[in-house]
């Protein structure tokens, strides 16, 4: 493994769980990673059933392992963003895990070809129906990790990378809503389209949240939005793709026939929401920065729980 200034000893030569668990509280933590996955599953099952006017939810035991393939899948992108972006990390990013020898490449690969398996055999057994839209998913991946054969034009374009990257939230999101439509053998509701591009323009939310920062956390060789676009702007463009998604949520949940109620949910969420925004251009701090982080998340959730989760559990409560 390598190593470097940033490496230490005692953790390096950890036994592979221990190491493995220093990782995933670093790269994916699996509890915060976990209750977002099982958030985004439970809202797109529940948002394809009420669009369909179907009464309850499906089998707990398909959601409880379509929630298992699902988190698994976005650390399989995790572990394909490590292989991706490893010569960039070695050279501006040493801090991270892989960089500083505390796992290695192969060892995530193996990982990666473990979970792979899982999931190849946890759909045989239990939903073969739905193993054509799996290898779609992974084919995708498998795109992204090779950018698409076209590493050099992206990286010089990050708008064309920052939306092709994202199609593979709806991807997994199509995933995740077939188990319930596919698996009963009808065709998937229209509605969904409103919600697979929430998802989307989720992922951009997030993406955009994360990397904006204060000129003096700006690092050399590391992507942020601030840098590229200016303080200002990148600001003005996050609260752009809040607005474009708080329109979709709302076509989402008009189409879903949630009234009034829903509507006003969205914007005092898209009002709160903004408030990091306006108090970074304000005054940009660190606080403010992470702030833009936590919200871009939380907005995240609520959607989710705004289209699909919170109905369905009203629905299921009401039924008890």
Request: net charge positive.
């Amino acid at each position: 493994m390598a190593t470097n200034s940033y490496s230490k000893k005692e953790e390096n030569e950890a036994p592979f769980l221990k190491r493995f668990l220093i990782y995933q509280k670093e790269r994916f933590p699996f509890l915060i990673h976990g209750l977002l996955v099982a958030a985004f599953s439970f809202s797109a099952i529940s948002y394809s059933r009420i669009c369909r006017g179907v009464e309850g939810f499906i089998p707990m035991q398909t959601y409880i392992i379509g929630v298992i393939i699902t988190i698994t899948l976005f650390f399989l992108v995790r572990i394909f963003d490590e292989f991706k972006d490893a010569e960039d990390d070695a050279k501006y990013r040493s801090e991270l895990p892989v960089p500083r020898g505390l796992m290695s490449l192969k060892e995530l690969g193996i990982i990666g070809v473990f979970i792979a398996i899982l999931h190849v055999i946890l759909n045989l057994v239990f939903f073969p129906s739905m193993l054509w839209v799996y290898f779609v998913v992974i084919a995708y991946l498998l795109l992204m990790g090779k950018e698409f054969f076209i590493a050099d034009w992206l990286k010089k374009r990050q708008f064309w990378y920052i939306t092709s990257h994202m199609f593979i939230i709806p991807l997994i999101d199509i995933y995740a809503s077939g188990l319930d439509w596919m698996l009963e053998g009808v065709s998937p509701p229209k509605g969904l389209l409103f919600f697979f591009a929430v998802s989307y323009m989720n992922g951009i939310v997030l993406e955009l949240g994360r990397k904006i920062k204060i000129k003096e956390h700006e690092s050399e060789g590391v992507l942020s939005y601030t840098s590229m676009l200016g303080e200002k702007k990148a600001i003005y463009l996050w609260l752009v793709v809040l607005f474009i998604t708080f329109i979709l949520a709302f076509l989402a949940c008009q189409y879903a026939g949630f009234g009034a109620t829903a509507f006003i949910i969205l914007v005092a969420l898209f009002m709160l929401c903004s408030i990091p925004a306006w108090a970074f251009l304000k005054k940009p701090t660190k606080k403010s920065a992470k702030q833009m982080e936590i919200v871009s998340g939380a907005w995240t959730i609520a959607m989710y729980l705004t289209l699909g989760g919170v109905p369905m559990l009203q629905e299921l409560l009401s039924n008890l």
